[in-house]
């Protein structure tokens, strides 16, 4: 015990995010589906860990973010928080569980906060989603807002496309971004724009931008966790960086383990116990196994 809270580091509150981008020091955040990826994303210095809808994808193998339901979010929320002690904990709302209404929308922030130790929620859209913005962080609950690329609407997007490419789309962009700041909003993620585009959007703003697949001059950059890691081989967007091979490292040492079983040079003499004392080994070799074998078998 002594040793785990060696590792802990201070508590990310929202009041250190806001001071890493008063400094202009960039947020890193990443997501996190689990109780070991919320471990690892905490150990190494993640200063905000989103439970992202992409868990769907990641975690679950469905085709898409929409299928992912409220139970499934809590349940995946309340392993990372397990984990992940100090970084600043959002989860995604679910597709289904806050457009109807700012009603449903708070409701469902409440269940995420109340039920599965989440600090604050992110839900996608812009301007369209500036009432209900208002109505969650009204109640307290800090939101994070996410446009330009919103694969929940990737069926009337195109599909998973680049945004604001134009000087209009751009401006429209910035309107939404403007809409969600007043809203209160306590950042914005840009997904899939331009570089340029999301430099200026974060420069017309007073709230930090976290951009994933928008250039280097948000105030902050968000990853899925199995994407950076390489363990995701279904797709890779452009804007992915693979830190790590995880998925041919890791099928790799698996197949060498079957083949150690198959070999039987698996398990060695450090992975076997023994018995109290030597000599038991000899009186065991001496009982009459085929006589033991009759007497079982016979019940
Ligand atoms: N593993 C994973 N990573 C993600 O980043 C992610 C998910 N899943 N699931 C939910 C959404 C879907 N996302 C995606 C998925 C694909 C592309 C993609 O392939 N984009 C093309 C650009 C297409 C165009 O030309 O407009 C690319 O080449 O990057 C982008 C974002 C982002 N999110
Ligand atoms: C990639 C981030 C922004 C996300 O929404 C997710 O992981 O679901
Ligand atoms: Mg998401």
């Given at each position: 015990?002594?040793?785990?809270?060696?590792?802990?580091?201070?508590?990310?509150?929202?009041?250190?995010?806001?001071?890493?981008?008063?400094?202009?020091?960039?947020?890193?955040?990443?997501?996190?589906?689990?109780?070991?990826?919320?471990?690892?994303?905490?150990?190494?210095?993640?200063?905000?860990?989103?439970?992202?809808?992409?868990?769907?994808?990641?975690?679950?193998?469905?085709?898409?973010?929409?299928?992912?339901?409220?139970?499934?979010?809590?349940?995946?929320?309340?392993?990372?928080?397990?984990?992940?002690?100090?970084?600043?904990?959002?989860?995604?709302?679910?597709?289904?569980?806050?457009?109807?209404?700012?009603?449903?929308?708070?409701?469902?922030?409440?269940?995420?906060?109340?039920?599965?130790?989440?600090?604050?929620?992110?839900?996608?859209?812009?301007i369209?989603?500036a009432?209900?913005?208002?109505?969650?962080?009204?109640?307290?609950?800090?939101?994070?807002?996410?446009?330009?690329?919103?694969?929940?609407?990737?069926?009337?997007?195109?599909?998973?496309?680049?945004?604001?490419?134009?000087?209009?789309?751009?401006?429209?962009?910035?309107?939404s971004?403007q809409a969600l700041?007043?809203?209160?909003?306590?950042?914005?993620?840009?997904?899939?724009?331009?570089?340029?585009?999301?430099?200026?959007?974060?420069?017309?703003?007073?709230?930090?931008?976290?951009?994933?697949?928008?250039?280097?001059?948000?105030?902050?950059?968000?990853?899925?966790?199995?994407?950076?890691?390489?363990?995701?081989?279904?797709?890779?967007?452009?804007?992915?960086?693979?830190?790590?091979?995880?998925?041919?490292?890791?099928?790799?040492?698996?197949?060498?383990?079957?083949?150690?079983?198959?070999?039987?040079?698996?398990?060695?003499?450090?992975?076997?116990?023994?018995?109290?004392?030597?000599?038991?080994?000899?009186?065991?070799?001496?009982?009459?196994?085929?006589?033991?074998?009759?007497?079982?078998?016979?019940?």
């Open positions: 015990m002594a040793e785990e809270l060696s590792h802990q580091r201070p508590k990310v509150t929202l009041n250190m995010i806001r001071s890493l981008y008063k400094k202009n020091i960039p947020i890193a955040s990443l997501t996190a589906h689990d109780f070991p990826s919320g471990i690892v994303a905490d150990r190494a210095g993640v200063d905000l860990v989103l439970v992202g809808d992409s868990l769907a994808m990641v975690a679950l193998g469905y085709d898409n973010t929409n299928q992912l339901t409220m139970d499934e979010m809590l349940f995946h929320c309340r392993a990372v928080a397990r984990g992940s002690k100090a970084p600043f904990l959002v989860a995604d709302l679910p597709f289904g569980t806050y457009e109807v209404s700012p009603e449903q929308a708070l409701e469902s922030s409440i269940r995420l906060i109340r039920e599965a130790n989440m600090e604050g929620v992110k839900l996608e859209g812009g369209e989603m009432a209900t913005v208002k109505k969650i962080t009204t109640a307290g609950i800090p939101v994070l807002g996410h446009i330009g690329l919103t694969p929940q609407r990737s069926a009337s997007l195109g599909g998973f496309r680049v945004q604001a490419r134009t000087v209009t789309g751009a401006r429209k962009l910035l309107r971004a700041q007043d809203a209160g909003c306590f950042a914005i993620v840009l997904e899939a724009v331009p570089a340029p585009v999301a430099k200026f959007v974060t420069q017309a703003l007073t709230i930090p931008t976290i951009g994933i697949g928008a250039g280097n001059q948000c105030s902050g950059q968000v990853l899925v966790q199995l994407d950076m890691l390489g363990s995701f081989d279904r797709f890779t967007p452009k804007f992915v960086k693979k830190y790590a091979d995880a998925f041919e490292t890791n099928s790799g040492a698996i197949a060498q383990y079957v083949r150690d079983v198959k070999q039987r040079s698996f398990p060695a003499e450090e992975h076997t116990y023994s018995m109290r004392n030597e000599d038991d080994i000899k009186r065991l070799e001496e009982i009459d196994i085929a006589a033991a074998k009759v007497s079982s078998s016979g019940m």
